[in-house]
């Protein structure tokens, strides 16, 4: 047994900390000078890992070096490069140098930050931060501290999707004076809104037969119609039912459609529901000054939520959700346990960041979006945007000069849904499958697909930090070699 002042054995000694740091940093900093080597997309098959990996874990400590090693040979192959500029995928996931660094305070100090006392800093900062972000969208005050309502950070819009139902539930409830009657409550949202509302849905208790999902189509470009949903609505009323929340969606996860927010958000004041605004792809977008009118009727909302680690050089996890009643989000999530009661939290002077979020324990986000937007400075943020946005606009000139392909939806940020035209609608789908298939299997690129209005689109997300103009130009260089050898194929 060593004496009890001096432990010989110590996790955070801070010269090993240093020195394994600044080693990890340099294996980081080898994978992005490489990652264009790499296949894009991991090539491995389900349950490669355990073959290379011991069955359980090591009694005797092992060296940093044998570690990295492994994360080199049995990691680094399974990864689908999230980072690599020829990654045109999902939405993209922006990780930034500052992002990075914002994560090693974050991570460095390790405190948690679940009520006001329990790390000051953290719950200050996280308030200035969304007033911050709140103004770079350019939000109504009625959003943020400076004026009557507030913010907070999540991990994931989802977890933002849950918080907010179960607040617009409690709210509603408490109206209809009784749990029995959550059975009548009714969410709406479209056929393109993004299936984690579904999810929230759930979770909250709302029925999923109450869900409602409004029909969109290629005529109005995927976007809802209000007149769809006031009919759905009142048919709703009249068998019963209560309407409690609608959901909008700017930049759909598809096709990057936008929903009308000031139309949808009068029929939402008339009816008296809840009125969200899903905008954590695009939402980023609205700090470019000619984007924010896709922003315009926020003011009708309830709440907003968007995720700066998609599109705001912000590494994972990352979401803003801004709130204009926050009373509603502690009422429905507050708990007053007797070993967290303190006097800061007891005069109520001061935000428990716990009362808006499901878990108690909470990272230091903030740090890393404040770190972002300071290194970065709004002007770099909004040449982000748009120089992305710019790629994408010749990307879809490619297209679009190119008789073989169509523009399956309109362009409206950085994300382009096209397909191979097909002689015969019956066969386009399975073409377009094995073009995205080629791509991808390639190693060269990676984009994802989605199929809207029955129609099998390719979409080509551009967005990655490390994504150039000569990337884009590849890309289209080999989707053609691609479409051309499909095509010869099938004569
Ligand atoms: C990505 C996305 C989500 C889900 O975000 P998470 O943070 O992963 O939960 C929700 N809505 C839209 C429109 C998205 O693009």
Request: include cysteine.
């Amino acid at each position: 047994m060593g004496s009890a002042s001096r432990k010989t054995f110590l996790p955070l000694e801070p010269m090993s900390f240093k020195n394994e740091s600044k080693e990890v940093i340099d294996f980081i900093s080898d994978y992005y000078k490489n990652i264009e080597e790499f296949p894009v997309q991991s090539r491995v098959e389900p349950g490669y890992l355990s073959a290379k990996l011991p069955d359980s874990a090591p009694y005797c400590p092992e060296s940093l070096q044998d570690i990295l090693k492994d994360v080199n040979d049995c990691i680094l192959p399974g990864l689908t490069h999230w980072q690599s500029p020829n990654f045109f995928g999902y939405f993209q996931a922006n990780a930034s140098t500052a992002g990075f660094l914002g994560e090693m305070l974050c991570s460095g100090f390790n405190v948690v930050g679940f009520n006001w006392i329990s790390s000051p800093a953290a719950t200050e900062l996280e308030s200035i931060v969304l007033d911050w972000m709140g103004k770079l969208l350019n939000l109504p005050s009625s959003f943020l501290f400076s004026g009557t309502g507030g913010g907070v950070l999540h991990g994931s819009t989802c977890e933002a999707a849950v918080c907010t139902l179960a607040a617009a539930r409690d709210k509603a409830l408490k109206k209809l004076n009784g749990w029995e009657n959550i059975t009548k409550l009714v969410v709406y949202a479209s056929d393109q809104t993004h299936f984690t509302f579904q999810k929230a849905a759930k979770l909250v208790g709302i029925p999923p037969s109450n869900f409602r999902l409004i029909e969109t189509n290629s005529s109005t470009g995927f976007s809802m119609s209000p007149t769809q949903v006031a009919l759905t609505i009142e048919n709703d009323i009249k068998s019963g039912l209560v309407p409690l929340f609608l959901v909008a969606t700017i930049g759909t996860t598809p096709t990057g459609a936008v929903d009308p927010i000031a139309e949808l958000g009068k029929v939402a004041k008339k009816y008296d529901i809840w009125f969200h605004i899903d905008a954590a792809y695009a939402g980023s977008a609205c700090i470019c000054p000619e984007l924010r009118p896709y922003l315009d009727g926020v003011e009708l909302a309830n709440s907003i939520s968007m995720n700066p680690h998609k599109w705001f050089l912000t590494n994972m996890d990352c979401c803003c959700l801004w709130i204009k009643e926050p009373k509603f989000l502690v009422e429905s999530l507050s708990s007053d346990p007797e070993i967290l009661r303190n006097n800061a939290s007891g005069s109520k002077s001061v935000i428990d960041y716990k009362d808006w979020q499901i878990a108690l324990s909470r990272r230091f986000r903030a740090l890393k979006l404040w770190v972002v937007i300071r290194r970065h400075g709004l002007a770099n943020l909004i040449y982000h945007i748009r120089s992305d946005i710019s790629m994408a606009k010749r990307f879809e000139e490619f297209v679009a000069k190119d008789e073989r392909f169509e523009i399956v939806v309109p362009r409206k940020f950085a994300l382009v849904c096209f397909r191979i035209k097909p002689k015969e609608e019956v066969e386009g789908n399975e073409l377009n499958r094995k073009l995205l298939e080629a791509i991808n299997s390639s190693g060269k690129a990676f984009m994802t697909h989605a199929v809207v209005g029955g129609i099998y689109v390719i979409r080509c997300a551009i967005g990655t930090t490390l994504t150039e103009q000569r990337h884009v130009d590849d890309l289209w260089k080999l989707i053609q070699e691609k479409t051309q050898s499909l095509l010869m194929e099938k004569i």
